[in-house]
Nanobody
Framework: QVQLVESGGGLVQPGGSLRLSCAAS????????MGWYRQAPGQQRELVAT???????NYADSVKGRFTISRDNAKNTLYLQMSSLKPEDTAVYYC???????????????????WGQGTQVTVSS
């Protein structure tokens, strides 16, 4: 019903940059908060950054000053600009969106949470 497709991952050297994208498609009325999460091997999934429809952002301490989250509401697309990447940033990065499936749901603040399939980011020399 709602699909999130991430792109932009890959292999980058320490100190390098990458830009992740997440495009939402399907049948829905609106998207509320969106976010990026990541999961390294053997570890739990953790919050990277979130953003509201109006553009208010929240970041994990470990990425503050290095990562920038943004969104294009007209395109239903979420972005994560990652700079000064470190080996410890290596993980699978997941996009999350809280979606109102109808005007009825939006009016009552009923949101369903959806996840993308993940994109691998590897920081290594």
């Amino acid at each position: 019903q709602v699909q999130l497709v991430e792109s932009g991952g890959g292999l980058v050297q320490p100190g390098g940059s990458l830009r992740l994208s997440c495009a939402a498609s399907g049948k829905f009325f609106s998207i509320n908060a969106m976010g990026w999460y990541r999961q390294a091997p053997g570890q739990q999934r953790e919050l990277v950054a979130t953003i509201t429809p109006s553009g208010s952002t929240n970041y994990a301490d470990s990425v503050k000053g290095r990562f920038t989250i943004s969104r294009d509401n007209a395109k239903n697309t979420l972005y994560l600009q990652m700079s000064s990447l470190k080996p410890e940033d290596t993980a699978v990065y997941y996009c999350n969106a809280n979606v109102a499936l109808s005007v009825f749901a939006a009016a009552r603040s009923i949101y369903n949470s959806y996840w993308g399939q993940g994109t691998q980011v590897t920081v290594s020399s």
